[in-house]
Nanobody, 119 residues
Framework: QVQLVESGGGLVQPGGSLRLSCAAS?????????????MAWYRQAPGKQRELVAD???????TYANSVKGRFTISRDNAKNTVYLQMNSLKPEDTAVYYC????????WGQGTQVTVSS
């Protein structure tokens, strides 16, 4: 059974920071296999489609959506089967449920973690 468990969301004021974590486990993301896959963070705001926020390849190369470039940083710890999203200078438009998944080996979505940016 493959699991993706996102955590670290919350309510934060504009300009604040949060660090999201995504722990991957199961038959696909176990042992040494996690490091083989690109991983990504996505988000879905109310009434909008899910969108790609950032991704990181197995080699550690990263790409970002223009809307978060310079503010968000994606990273991974292969020893912990975990991918992170450091979010700085948060804006109200970053409010969404954040999810992780692999863009190259997509599995069932997790529950996501809610990020709310509001004063």
């Amino acid at each position: 059974q493959v699991q993706l468990v996102e955590s670290g969301g919350g309510l934060v004021q504009p300009g604040g920071s949060l660090r999201l974590s995504c722990a991957a486990s199961g038959s696909i993301f176990s042992g040494t296999t996690f490091r083989m896959y690109a991983m990504a963070w996505y988000r879905q705001a109310p009434g909008k489609q899910r969108e790609l926020v950032a991704d990181i390849t197995s080699a550690g190369s990263t790409t970002y959506a223009n809307s978060v470039k310079g503010r968000f940083t994606i990273s991974r710890d292969n020893a912990k089967n975990t991918v992170y999203l450091q979010m700085n200078s948060l804006k109200p438009e970053d409010t969404a449920v954040y999810y992780c998944n692999s863009p190259t080996r997509a599995v069932d979505w997790g529950q996501g973690t809610q990020v709310t940016v509001s004063s």
